[in-house]
């Protein structure tokens, strides 16, 4: 199989895959949702975490054009920064009021229209940016690319189910909500083809890129993820995230060993 069929089939993997998990949680009584998506979350972070430390990075520290790791790390550093620089300033854009919850749950609050057109467009860049960390991983490996969109997929499902939940209650029914879902998750394919005409050409550019992908893994799980976890302090709820976290690492561990 070619290496371009590689990434149009993960990157399908890891748009549809995700849209349609979290539509078949809409069928779920809502107590049920309730109980499931936390644990989606923990493990979310464990697979994202174990994609940017055991995927991700060695790969771009092992590129032939790497001649000063310090320049990948500085690529990590700067890449964290950019990120947070960019949930600023959508707060800033956001919030209009002196006390805002950036990440208040989808169900706690009515949203307009716009909210779910909003969603939908932010989603589609989000799914843009996914295709093209598919396409560069894949380019670097086929194992790496394998295992990175294993954790694209796992990590967009808790945000998937949120986003379906923000349409429904923008006035969205649900299958125009799943059509809209389906069609933003198709630019994951668009960043991706983007990613593999552009970047053939630039194959220097491929550790920072990876660089620059494993840092964004890290930010979403531990600036995003993370503090959602505190909030369920008891010892019972801690245990369970700590065995789904290491079950999610464990994923990608495997996943990559066996591949390789």
């Known amino acids: 199989m070619s290496l371009l069929s590689w990434i149009i089939i993960f990157s399908l993997l890891g748009g549809l895959l995700s849209v349609m998990v979290a539509a078949s949680f809409l069928l779920l009584p809502a107590h049920l949702r309730k109980t499931l998506v936390p644990h989606l979350v923990s493990f979310a972070i464990g697979s994202l975490l174990g994609a940017a430390f055991l995927g991700l990075l060695p790969h771009a520290l092992a590129g032939p054009e790497v001649e000063d790791f310090h320049n990948i790390f500085l690529a990590v550093l700067l890449g964290l920064l950019s990120f947070f620089l960019l949930e600023k300033l959508v707060l800033w854009r956001h919030c209009h009021s002196d006390h805002c919850e950036a990440h208040a749950?989808?169900?706690e609050h009515k949203a307009n229209e716009a909210t779910g057109w909003m969603?939908?467009?932010g989603d589609g860049m989000h799914n843009l940016?996914?295709?093209v960390l598919i396409a560069a991983?894949?380019?670097t490996d086929i194992h790496l690319g394998i295992v990175t969109a294993l954790a694209?997929?796992?990590h967009e499902i808790p945000q998937e189910v949120g986003d379906f939940v923000v349409l429904l209650h923008s006035g969205f029914s649900r299958r125009k909500a799943l059509l809209f879902n389906v069609l933003s998750s198709l630019a994951t394919i668009v960043g991706a083809l983007l990613a593999y005409w552009s970047l053939?050409?630039?194959q220097h550019l491929l550790p920072y890129v990876l660089a620059v992908a494993a840092s964004s893994f890290i930010y979403i799980a531990v600036a995003d993820l993370i503090p959602g976890l505190h909030k369920r302090a008891e010892a019972s709820a801690t245990v369970q995230q700590i065995i789904l976290i290491a079950?999610?690492?464990s994923l990608?561990?495997?996943t990559h060993s066996t591949l390789h």
């Open 105 to 107: 749950p989808h169900d």
């Open 119 to 121: 969603i939908l467009v």
């Open 129 to 131: 940016v996914d295709g």
């Open 137 to 139: 991983a894949f380019m």
């Open 152 to 154: 694209i997929a796992a």
């Open 200 to 202: 053939g050409d630039m």
């Open 247 to 249: 079950a999610g690492v």
């Open 252 to 254: 990608i561990y495997v």
